[in-house]
């Protein structure tokens, strides 16, 4: 396994993880999670992500459950959670979703509840807030650090301008800043990290657990011939996913890039996340598995991602035409 360091901080995460979203108690129970978590772990894998939102709490109480069966040293791990959403659905109050105070620290309490912790590594603000000023947001963090109920504090799906600005509060009352962001990052969504962020890795150094390197399994090519039983873009409830992700030019260009993986002798879901963790702003790509093999498959991500020479990097930039354009300033 492959360490990295995130962004400017010093905790170093495995460049591949291991997460629950869609999988967790919504299609795999504890006994295969318990495996899934077991391989991550024994393959050097060291942190764990995880949100209130997930499975509405139920997936936090499963990584919980198994968590304590392993009984690992707490130190030899990282594992975050995520607050805005909320875990009571569509039964949320005012003051059980967003960013405010009271919200953060109550859904972190109930994260290391769920999850049987003392402290979460990593807590993330699941979006932005614009009925939260940023002072309270960068303040809760900071005495939630302060208690010693989390040691970094991160934000998922924020603009650039809202990371910067958290940046700027936290140096005017000397507070600490946001280390990480956790965007969405593949082959077909690559305008935040190729782009969008570049000034905030140079400035304050961003770390990034980007999600969803597959595009929620399109680029495993299983969906090449439509959607298989019991796939996440077949779930009831992720219609949005599949409506967002299975357009027929995607498939189309899905189908070229397997000549690609045929060169490298991989499978397409290992080249693809191989093409994730070969840009160095990546500090891990979360993975998500239903199946052993198919985590196994994906671990080979390590081994491939060296082969990915400029010419290659350039022959898949042709098939997918979803390269950012470059900056003309």
Not at 159 to 186: D, T
């Amino acid at each position: 396994m492959e360490y990295r360091r995130l962004g400017k901080s010093g905790l170093q995460l495995s460049v591949l993880s291991f997460g629950s979203w869609i999988t967790f108690h919504k299609q795999i129970d504890d006994s295969l999670s318990d495996r899934l978590m077991g391989l991550a772990y024994d393959n050097g894998i060291n942190f764990f992500d995880n949100a209130e939102i997930y499975a509405l709490g139920e997936s936090e109480k499963m990584m919980g459950r198994i968590l304590k069966k392993k009984n690992w040293d707490r130190t030899s791990y990282t594992l975050s959670s995520k607050a805005y959403f909320g875990w009571r659905g569509e039964q949320n109050k005012p003051n059980q979703t967003g960013l405010s105070r009271k919200h953060l620290t109550e859904a972190c309490h109930e994260a290391l509840q769920r999850m049987g912790v003392d402290y979460l590594d990593l807590f993330f603000c699941h979006r932005p807030d614009k009925h939260v000023p940023m002072e309270e947001v960068v303040w809760t963090m900071n005495i939630l650090i302060q208690q010693g109920k989390i040691l970094y504090w991160g934000t998922s799906e924020w603009s650039p301008a809202e990371i910067m600005e958290a940046h700027m509060i936290a140096r005017q009352y000397n507070l600490i800043g946001p280390v990480v962001e956790q965007p969405e990052y593949n082959l077909f969504r690559r305008e935040k990290m190729e782009h969008e962020y570049l000034d905030v890795f140079r400035t304050v150094g961003l770390g990034t657990t980007i999600f969803s390197p597959l595009a929620s399994g399109l680029l495993t090519g299983k969906y090449n011939k439509g959607i298989p039983e019991g796939s996440r873009l077949g779930l009831e409830g992720f219609e949005w996913l599949k409506n967002r992700n299975l357009l027929e030019e995607n498939v189309a260009r899905v189908v070229k890039l397997e000549a690609v993986a045929a060169q490298l002798n991989t499978s397409l879901a290992t080249l693809a996340v191989a093409w994730c963790i070969r840009n160095p702003d990546v500090t891990t790509a979360i993975l998500g598995a239903t199946k052993e093999e198919q985590l196994k498959e994906n671990l080979k991500a390590l081994e491939v991602y060296p082969l990915l020479t400029d010419s290659i990097l350039e022959e898949i930039d042709g098939i997918m035409q979803t390269k950012p354009r470059a900056r003309t300033h």
